[in-house]
Every structure is written in C-alpha cells, then in structure tokens.
C-alpha cells in the first residue's frame, strides 16, 4: 500500500457537488492499494501514519502525531499512486490491485481507521472526486506498508 499524507488546514471531498467527506486541522491522505497487499500491510500503514510526528510542538518541532493533536483524518482512494512511471510517458497500472481487492483493502483500512481514531472522514472508493485542501506548512510525505 502506498499513502501521499499532506498536514491540512482543512480538506474536503465532494462528488456530483455533494460534500461526502470533510476535516478540519489533520491529514488527506490518498491510499493506492497494489494487488499484493493485504489487511497486515493496511493495519502496519494505518499504525505509522496515526503514529507519524509531522505536527508541530510548542518549540515549532515536527514531534507530535495526528492522536496527539486530535486531528482529523481524511481518507480518499487514489488508484493512480501505485503506478508506475519510471519507462515512457505513459503510467503503466499494472502492479495496482483489481477494483474488487482495491475497495475491500480500502474498506478494512477505513473501517480500522475509525476503531483507532475518532475522527475520519472519506470519499467513495471509485468515485469521480473533487479534492480541496488547505496544505499546512507545505507539509507531505509519502508512506509505504
């Protein structure tokens, strides 16, 4: 699994014009699921990034993580980050998981996200999303299970 964090000032997801997911102070975080992953690739992932110290302390010091700052986390789906680009000019998908795979890895991580966190929020897995945020900092990293 593959997962692009950005520390948000806000963010939202709307579909059809229809806010469907959105959070205040936090993380958007885009999740890419390969076709080897599993439900312990999802659960080591959504350990690091609720654990990940990208929030800044009183010192202005990246040392405190998204329970810490009792953030909001917003999961959105993003088949395009398991591409890859390293030959040609156009993205080969082929490492990507089946759309069937895809939403039940998505599901279970969404569903683990919720037991361990108090506040996330999503998109719809497969959905024709529009995705605004408010990055803080410029802050964004890139996690892999």
């Known amino acids: 699994m593959k997962a692009l964090i950005q520390r948000v000032s806000s963010a939202a997801v709307d579909i059809a014009g229809e806010r469907v997911g959105e959070i205040g102070p936090g993380i958007l975080l885009l999740l890419g699921v390969e076709k080897d992953d599993t439900e312990a690739d999802a659960d080591k992932l959504l350990k690091k990034i609720l654990g990940y110290r990208i929030f800044s302390d009183h010192?202005?010091?990246?040392?405190?993580?998204?329970?810490?700052?009792?953030?909001?986390?917003?999961?959105?789906?993003?088949?395009?980050?398991?591409?890859?680009?390293?030959?040609?000019?156009?993205?080969?998908?082929?490492?990507?998981?089946?759309?069937?795979?895809?939403?039940?890895?998505?599901?279970?991580?969404?569903?683990?996200?919720?037991?361990?966190h108090h506040d996330v929020a999503t998109g719809r897995f497969g959905g024709d999303m529009k995705v605004s945020l408010l990055n803080d900092g410029p802050v964004t990293f890139m996690l892999e299970s």
């Open 59 to 116: 010192e202005d010091k990246m040392n405190l993580n998204l329970q810490q700052v009792e953030g909001g986390l917003l999961v959105v789906s993003q088949f395009t980050l398991v591409a890859d680009t390293r030959k040609g000019l156009r993205p080969s998908f082929s490492s990507g998981a089946s759309p069937a795979h895809g939403e039940k890895l998505y599901d279970y991580f969404v569903t683990q996200a919720r037991a361990a």
